[in-house]
């Protein structure tokens, strides 16, 4: 499901179109105090330019007419597929491609966590919270701390400063992003117009467009295909600028999704109330749909609970929250925000409560939505795009599947900063460079 930022009225005015704005640095004095300035000579440095298309399944521009990201495969590198972090879920797997982290080491392990520590649960109203994002550092803090600006708009996670450090350009999510996509390029190419070190070497572009189709309408739906067509158009837009500059060669453009998708059969439901009392748990944070995550009110009824839940229906299993979140430091306690039960599903199956199903019609909401994610991140189904074309990047070539963990560390080597510590691996994450750019890479190395 897309993620709900709240949206300021500079935003409102600058989507509708009624104003011309640009952002200004929302932190400049922090980043001076860890970096002495910013030398001149980063306008030479390398852009990267990140676009994130929600819920795009590895195969979407196969099946959609997409002649402007087509000329980006057929200049660059496709892997034939990205797997995403477990669950399946936006707010995991784009802070995972921000952080290189696995959820259970960057703190969202689902899209709106509860943590026992602080007692709360996550809302919109926390995207700015620093206490949510801080166990892992997002690529921007990285090269920001190492004197590279950035420039993020609705990306999961870069609303909040961490340890003072953020984005110098930034803007919240708003569902505006998603009517008014060509202003959001422009916004792109204005950061790319700013003169000397106000000009940013890393900007990201986010649309939720495809995910909302996706799940309305269903994988392979008309809608579907067709908002696959408008996030064409608007590549096509940010093509044009870039030519427009004479920098398109120069400029890296990385195009990745958060998870794939695929379509519910709306009569395959399990009610977990047919197994357990669910007044015995946290209703608000259960999460439902492709898994449960269950929060005993009670610690001490976990193994019950767990125990009516093993082997109850043969389309659910039922786990302990540490055997699914296995991705820890060795020795290392599962993180706070671990669910201590875990449900996962099979695919076109859903999960849900009669409590939750009454809800959902009051809204006049179906029970599943016709398309869904959140499954096993092993399944081929869930499985996200990543393209990328530019002077870093092979040209004409396509790659296995990897792990999106390895994004974080990729954009790092491109713009030349020490990546943060990562469950990633330069192995992996060099795979997509060309043989000019590792021997840089390589040259630079032995400085």
Request: glycine share 6%.
């Amino acid at each position: 499901m897309p993620h709900q930022f709240r949206f300021s009225s500079l935003l409102a005015i600058l989507f509708l179109g009624l104003a011309t704005c640009t952002t200004t640095p929302q932190n400049t004095t922090s980043i001076s105090e860890v970096v002495d300035g910013y030398e001149n000579a980063h306008s030479e440095r390398s852009t990267v330019i990140l676009i994130g298309l929600d819920g795009l399944r590895w195969d979407g521009v196969d099946r959609a007419d997409t002649p402007n990201i087509d000329s980006l495969v057929k200049r660059g590198v496709r892997a034939k597929g990205m797997q995403p972090v477990f669950p399946s879920k936006t707010f995991p797997n784009f802070y995972a491609l921000a952080t290189g982290l696995h959820p259970e080491n960057h703190g969202f392990l689902v899209n709106r966590p509860y943590d026992p520590v602080f007692d709360e649960t996550f809302t919109n109203d926390s995207s700015s919270v620093e206490k949510w994002w801080d166990d892992g550092v997002p690529i921007w803090n990285i090269l920001e701390s190492q004197g590279v600006r950035t420039a993020t708009a609705g990306w999961v996670g870069s609303e909040a400063s961490i340890n003072e450090i953020g984005p110098t350009y930034s803007i919240a999510y708003s569902s505006l992003m998603t009517k008014f996509p060509h202003e959001r390029v422009n916004m792109v190419l204005e950061h790319l117009d700013r003169a000397g070190d106000a000009r940013p070497h890393f900007i990201t572009l986010y649309h939720d467009d495809i995910d909302v189709n996706a799940h309305r309408f269903g994988v392979d739906s008309p809608e579907e295909k067709a908002a696959i067509s408008r996030m064409d158009g608007m590549v096509g837009k940010l093509l044009d600028g870039l030519k427009e500059r004479e920098i398109l060669e120069e400029t890296n453009i990385i195009i990745v999704s958060d998870h794939g998708m695929l379509n519910v059969d709306l009569e395959k439901k399990i009610y977990l109330d047919d197994y357990i009392d669910v007044s015995l748990v946290r209703e608000r944070n259960l999460d439902l749909g492709p898994f449960a995550a269950i929060w005993p009110l009670n610690a001490n009824d976990t193994p019950m609970l767990l125990a009516q839940l093993q082997n109850a229906h043969p389309h659910m299993t039922a786990w302990l929250g540490e055997e699914v979140y296995t991705h820890r430091p060795e020795g290392s306690a599962p993180h706070d925000r671990t669910p201590p039960i875990m449900v996962t599903i099979d695919p076109d199956w859903f999960v849900t409560t009669r409590n939750a199903e009454v809800k959902a019609k009051e809204r006049g909401w179906t029970a599943s939505p016709k398309g869904n994610h959140g499954y096993l991140n092993t399944l081929r189904d869930m499985h996200a795009t990543f393209i990328a074309a530019g002077p870093a990047f092979k040209s004409g070539e396509t790659i296995d599947v990897f792990e999106n963990v390895n994004v974080h560390g990729m954009i790092a080597d491109i713009l030349a900063v020490e990546p943060a510590q990562t469950d990633g691996s330069p192995e992996v994450w060099r795979k997509p460079f060309s043989e000019e750019f590792l021997s840089v890479l390589e040259t630079s190395s032995k400085k």
